[in-house]
C-alpha cells in the first residue's frame, strides 16, 4: 500500500545512495536542519529497531541507505533530495570501499580481486548493474513487517537491509527503469556529486534556509571524489563492461545533470 501524500511534508529525507558523497550532505543537514532533530537510523535494520522503542514522528530528518519507500514506512510525506554521481566513477569508488571496509559483507570476496575481476563476478553484479536506480524503486520486502520482531542475533546484524537491497536487485530491468524514472520526477532537489555546492543551494532555497547556508560545504571525501573521478585508472574496457550494466543509471544521471545544470 502506498503513503496518501497530499499532507503537507513533515520531515526531510535524505536518500543516501552510497558512494555519492552522503557524509558531506549528511553532515551539512545536520548543522543547517538540526541534528536533535535527525533520526539517528543509518539502515532499515536500525530504523526498524528503532521503531519499535522510538516515536519516529518527533524527527524531522532522516539520513540513510533506505532507498524509495520511507515514507510508506513512516506513514508521512517527506521533503526528498538526493544527489546521484557518474556510474562508472560510483562503481569504482564502491569496489575500493569494499576492499577497504573489513565490516562490509562482501569484503572476504573482494578483498583480492582486481576491479576487472570485482567487475567480472557475478556474485558482484548486485553492487554494479543499475545501483543507483535500484535505490528509485520501493523493495518488494515491507521492512514494516519487522517492526518489533526483528532477530537481534548477532550473526543476522544488517542483513535486513543487505536482504532489502537483494529483493530489489532481482527486479527486472524494465520495471526498473519505469519506476526509477516516475520516482526520480518526484524527488524535490536532485544534485550531483559534482556540484554538491548547487546542490546544497537549492536544498536551502526549497527549506527556506539562509542563502549562505549552502556556502558551509563540510567537504568529507567529496572533494577527493569531485577531482578524480575524470581520471580514473579504469581500462576501456572495464569502463564499456560499467556502462553495459549502468545503463539506467546512466539515464537518471543525465536528468540529474540537467537539473544541476538549469540551477546553476
Given at each position: 500500500?502506498?503513503?496518501?501524500t497530499?499532507q503537507?511534508?513533515s520531515?526531510?529525507?535524505?536518500?543516501?545512495i552510497?558512494?555519492?558523497?552522503?557524509?558531506?550532505?549528511?553532515?551539512?543537514l545536520v548543522?543547517?536542519v538540526?541534528g536533535?532533530?535527525m533520526?539517528?537510523a543509518?539502515n532499515w535494520?536500525?530504523l526498524?529497531?528503532?521503531a519499535?522503542?522510538?516515536?519516529?514522528?518527533?524527527?524531522?530528518l532522516?539520513?540513510?541507505h533506505?532507498g524509495w519507500?520511507l515514507?510508506?514506512?513512516?506513514?508521512?510525506?517527506?521533503i526528498?533530495?538526493t544527489?546521484?554521481r557518474?556510474p562508472?566513477?560510483?562503481?569504482y569508488s564502491h569496489?575500493r570501499?569494499?576492499?577497504r571496509?573489513?565490516?562490509?559483507?562482501?569484503?572476504?570476496?573482494v578483498?583480492?580481486q582486481?576491479?576487472g575481476?570485482f567487475l567480472r563476478d557475478?556474485a558482484n553484479l548486485?553492487?554494479?548493474e543499475?545501483?543507483?536506480?535500484?535505490?528509485?524503486?520501493?523493495?518488494?520486502?515491507?521492512?514494516r513487517?519487522?517492526?518489533?520482531?526483528l532477530?537481534p542475533?548477532?550473526?543476522?546484524?544488517?542483513?535486513?537491509?543487505t536482504?532489502?537491497e537483494a529483493?530489489?536487485?532481482?527486479l527486472?530491468?524494465?520495471f526498473v527503469h519505469?519506476?526509477?524514472l516516475?520516482?526520480?520526477a518526484?524527488i524535490d532537489?536532485?544534485g550531483v556529486?559534482?556540484d554538491?555546492?548547487?546542490?546544497?543551494?537549492?536544498?536551502s532555497?526549497?527549506?527556506?534556509?539562509?542563502?549562505?547556508?549552502?556556502?558551509?560545504v563540510?567537504?568529507v571525501?567529496t572533494?577527493?571524489?569531485?577531482s578524480?573521478?575524470?581520471a580514473?585508472?579504469?581500462?576501456?574496457d572495464d569502463?564499456?563492461l560499467i556502462?553495459?550494466?549502468t545503463?539506467?543509471?546512466h539515464?537518471?544521471?543525465?536528468?540529474?545533470?540537467a537539473?544541476a545544470n538549469t540551477a546553476a
Open positions: 500500500m502506498t503513503t496518501q497530499s503537507p511534508a520531515a526531510v529525507h535524505f536518500l543516501h552510497p558512494k555519492t558523497a552522503g557524509t558531506s550532505v549528511t553532515e551539512w548543522q543547517h538540526g536533535d532533530r533520526c539517528p543509518k535494520d536500525q526498524v529497531n528503532a519499535a522503542t522510538r516515536d519516529l514522528s518527533r524527527d524531522r532522516f539520513c540513510g533506505y519507500g515514507d510508506d514506512f513512516l506513514g508521512r510525506r517527506l526528498t533530495i544527489v546521484l557518474d562508472v566513477a560510483r562503481t569496489y570501499h569494499v576492499v571496509d573489513t565490516s562490509h559483507p562482501c569484503h572476504v570476496n578483498r583480492h582486481s576491479f575481476a557475478p548486485p553492487m554494479i543499475n545501483f543507483q536506480a535500484r535505490y528509485f524503486v520501493r523493495s518488494p520486502l515491507d521492512a513487517a519487522y517492526v518489533g520482531h532477530d542475533d548477532p550473526a543476522k546484524l544488517n542483513m535486513l537491509s536482504t532489502t529483493a530489489r536487485a532481482l527486472d530491468r524494465r519505469d519506476m526509477a516516475r520516482a526520480i518526484e532537489v536532485l556529486t559534482s554538491i555546492g548547487g546542490f546544497l543551494a537549492a536544498v532555497r526549497r527549506l527556506g534556509l539562509a542563502s549562505e547556508a549552502a556556502r558551509d563540510p567537504y571525501n572533494a577527493s571524489a569531485q578524480s573521478d575524470a580514473l585508472p579504469i581500462a576501456d569502463v564499456a556502462r553495459s550494466l545503463e539506467i543509471d539515464v537518471l544521471y543525465d536528468i540529474a545533470m537539473h
